[in-house]
């Protein structure tokens, strides 16, 4: 499995990106797909999550500015961020895993990052 992130870029406060994940190879147990953002000098931090069946959670800090969506027509999936800030200023990950029965997510596969540049 590999993937493809892409999207970034500069971006004013209050802007809007939409990022794109592109998935190839196959796995069938993967069910879980997401996003994670490290900003210089802090951890990879989970952003949102998308599951087989449609559920999604998000990080606190993107809640009602962030949604993230996938189309398996094209295993695509997508991270639109709306009102940028500052903060969202990180390095954007992609990452598929497994979700567990206990609810647990082991996150086996990893795309190369985008760079969102934010300005204020």
């Known amino acids: 499995v590999q993937l493809q992130a892409s999207g970034g870029g500069l971006v004013q406060a209050g802007g809007s990106l939409r990022l794109s994940c592109v998935r190839s190879?196959?796995?069938?147990?993967?069910?879980?797909m997401g996003w994670y953002r490290q900003a210089p000098g802090k951890q990879r931090d989970l952003v949102a999550a998308i599951r087989s069946d449609g559920s999604t959670n998000y990080a606190d800090s993107v809640k009602g500015r962030f949604a993230i969506s996938r189309d398996d027509t094209v295993n695509t999936v997508y991270l639109q961020m709306n009102s940028l800030k500052p903060e969202d200023a990180a390095i954007y990950y992609c990452a598929a895993g497994i979700r567990t029965f206990l609810g647990t997510t082991a996150w086996s596969y990893w795309g190369q990052g985008t760079l969102v540049t934010v300005s204020s």
């Open positions: 190879g196959s796995r069938s147990d993967i069910n879980v």
